[in-house]
């Protein structure tokens, strides 16, 4: 009975080994398309290295497609903004008493 409890075992340790090479050669599959996306996402992002040194001289270049980046009070104001404006329109709905249907 110890012999086939040995070779069960034996059989475990084997299939736990393939499993941990399968997983480590994914994981280095892996890594290796993170890298690769990485470097493509570095080469596409322009710098802002241009913009500001014409900051310091007094000239700024504009290019249509930058679009300013939000402070993050500024995001906060506007949320808590829209969902005041959201409380007073469904406010004003129930008020209104008609079934009348608005199509926006």
């Known amino acids: 009975m ?14 736990l080994e393939s499993t941990v090479e399968g997983l480590t050669d994914e994981l280095i599959e892996a890594k290796e398309r993170i890298r690769v996306l990485e470097s493509e996402l570095d080469a596409e992002t322009p710098t802002r290295v241009p913009d500001r040194r014409a900051e310091e001289t007094g000239t700024t270049t504009v290019d249509e497609d930058d679009t300013p980046e939000a ?6 104001e506007a949320a ?4 005041d404006e959201d409380d007073t329109v469904g406010d004003e709905a129930e008020d209104s008493g008609s079934d009348d249907i608005i199509v926006a």
């Open 80 to 83: 808590a903004d829209a969902e």
């Open 2 to 15: 110890s012999n086939n409890r040995v070779e069960q075992l034996e059989s475990t340790v084997a299939e």
């Open 71 to 76: 402070e993050p009070d500024e995001v906060a």
